[in-house]
């Protein structure tokens, strides 16, 4: 079968094996793989010496094609989309609700990639990360599962519950490429106000057109920091109330620059992170998407497998707004 996989640094197409059924968790037919912001920085900053490491695609959507038929939840032909690590939900990072510094979570994965015709999932991927998708759904959006489940942790994060009452809270991200709308689309889920900015005026539009809005003058109760770019900082201590929150949801090339302590200090400011989606995000996830509380069709551009390559190239140079391979 064919998988993708880096060699000297560049997306190449490769056949290997088709994972074999051992008796426990399952074999996927993948029928497509959203292309993610941290599968383009696992690109960028691979090496020779990493790159035999690295997964890519993570964004799955398949149908089970081989499954132990005692699994009470699943059965073959069943359409789900999934999340690639699962916690242990023993240690004490687990107990303190912190999923994804669990040490189990950063070992598991799917094999051997999103970018692959096939993959073979866990016992425990079916217990806390595969969920089944609604037909009425086309696979590039159920293909959203874990990138909104990565938002909706966030916005937990900030302090928002699901289905309280959030309408007096107002929260800007700054940094609008596909996992801000979608932190934009999941705040509106959760009832708070949601405000986007992105230098770039493409992306601004597909926000304005979707319903949201930038006030400059405004100051507001939480701040997501989607961008990838350490600039952003300044945006975000500038827009925030003072004992107001900053999200940090993405890496940055040029880390040297940090916060100002004085500033976090004498404003009350908490800087909080989010990273990667806990069992109750993604649950939640496949709900907002199944009942169509978030909506996500027509976002992505469709790129076969073959052509992988150019759909990172693409997505480099921004050429589109998120790339989805069709296997
Ligand atoms: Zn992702
Ligand atoms: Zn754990």
Not at 47 to 64: A, P, R, S, Y
Not at 68 to 82: E, Q, Y
Not at 156 to 178: D, M, P, Q, T, W
Not at 264 to 274: G, H, K, M
């Amino acid at each position: 079968m064919k998988t993708a996989k880096l060699i000297n640094r560049k997306v190449e197409i490769i056949n290997v094996e088709k994972p074999e059924f051992e008796g426990s968790g399952a074999i996927i037919k993948v029928l497509g793989c959203g292309l993610c912001g941290s599968d383009l920085v696992k690109i960028k900053h691979a090496t020779i010496e990493t790159e035999k490491n690295i997964v890519l695609g993570h964004e799955v959507v398949g149908v089970i094609q081989e499954i132990n038929p005692s699994n009470k939840t699943f059965k073959t032909g069943d359409i789900v989309a999934l999340g690639h690590h699962y916690p242990c939900m023993e240690c004490e990072y687990c107990k303190n609700g912190s999923t994804s510094m669990c040490r189990t979570f950063k070992k598991s994965n799917i094999f051997p990639s999103g970018f692959s015709e096939y993959i073979k999932v866990d016992d425990n991927h079916l217990k806390y990360t595969v969920y089944k998708m609604s037909d009425e759904l086309e696979n590039d959006e159920k293909a959203f599962l874990e990138p909104l489940s990565c938002c909706i942790r966030a916005i937990r994060r900030a302090g928002f519950k699901y289905n309280e009452n959030n309408k007096k809270f107002s929260a800007l991200v700054i940094g609008l490429g596909s996992i801000g709308l979608l932190m934009l689309k999941g705040l509106r889920a959760f009832n708070v106000q949601a405000f986007g900015f992105d230098i770039n005026a493409e992306r601004m539009k597909i926000a304005l057109d979707d319903g949201f809005s930038f006030d400059e003058n405004k100051k507001y109760d939480v701040v997501f920091l989607t961008a990838g770019n350490s600039k952003a900082i300044d945006s975000a201590l500038k827009s925030v109330i003072d004992g107001g929150k900053i999200i940090v949801f993405s890496s940055v090339d040029d880390d040297i620059k940090g916060f100002s302590n004085n500033e976090i200090y004498y404003r009350e400011l908490s800087i909080i992170s989010s990273y990667s989606p806990h069992p109750a995000d993604l649950k939640l996830s496949s709900e907002l998407l199944n009942r169509k509380k978030v909506v996500v069709s027509n976002l992505s551009t469709h790129y076969s497998l073959d052509n992988l390559a150019h759909a990172v190239d693409d997505s480099f140079n921004n050429r589109i707004f998120k790339a989805y391979i069709e296997i």
